[in-house]
T-cell receptor
């Protein structure tokens, strides 16, 4: 069963803690993305990667970090520097980096709540 | 800078009636245009896209969208709405070789 998995589904964090959100895909896609979704604001791009060991900042990268050591995996760390991390986080992938006409495939999301 | 506008936060339609969810965009050049649907607490699912050619694009679940270059619009339509169509709909625009920009979403409520 091909697709994108995200874990955990729900995550609670205390202020000052770093947390890592997992994203794995078995679609053999080159490009992977992290978005943040807040009510009424649509999706905002945090980071994206078009190839292993390379990634670029999106529109709201401050307070976040990523790695891309394997093609299948693109974990997102929410650091204590992120001032308002409570949100729904979505991971996505798309085939063939650089092909702008390809649609993105999304994971089920992780809802992060800061206590 | 590119932008996408979905002017209606919510659209209500009676079951069986046609539905339209509006999307307009501002971007230089000829972009690729997409529609996605999101059910509660789920990821987005791709519905359809416009790349080039015929202005009327058909997609999943009976949805279609009409590309209008002069009005820079890409409205989503369906001839007969179902209760199960109730969800959050996102329009997205992607200029060639640039990042994708999503609209803020429109909540569609189909009333039985």
């Amino acid at each position: 069963d091909g697709g994108i998995t995200q874990s955990p589904k729900y995550l609670f964090r205390k202020e000052g803690q770093n947390v890592t959100l997992s994203c794995e895909q078995n679609l053999n896609h080159d490009a992977m993305y992290w978005y943040r979704q807040d009510p009424g604001q649509g999706l905002r791009l945090i980071y994206y990667s078009q190839i292993v060991n390379d990634f670029q900042k999106g529109d709201i990268a401050e307070g976040y970090s990523v790695s891309r050591e394997k093609k299948e995996s693109f974990p997102l760390t929410v650091t204590s520097a992120q001032k308002n991390p409570t949100a729904f986080y979505l991971c996505a992938s798309s085939p063939i980096a650089g092909s702008s006409y390809n649609e993105q495939f999304f994971g089920p999301g992780t809802r992060l709540t800061v206590l | 800078a590119q932008s996408v506008a979905q002017p209606e936060d919510q659209v209500n339609v009676a079951e069986g009636n046609p539905l339209t969810v509006k999307c307009t965009y501002s971007v230089s050049g000829n972009p690729y245009l997409f529609w996605y649907v999101q059910y509660p607490n789920r990821g987005l699912q791709f519905l359809l896209k416009y790349i080039t050619g015929d202005n009327l694009v058909k997609g999943s679940y009976g949805f279609e969208a009409e590309f209008n270059k002069s009005q820079t619009s890409f409205h989503l339509k369906k001839p007969s709405a179902l209760v199960s169509d109730s969800a959050l709909y996102f329009c997205a625009v992607r200029p060639r070789d640039q990042k994708v920009t999503f609209g803020t979403g429109t909540k569609l409520q189909v009333i039985p």
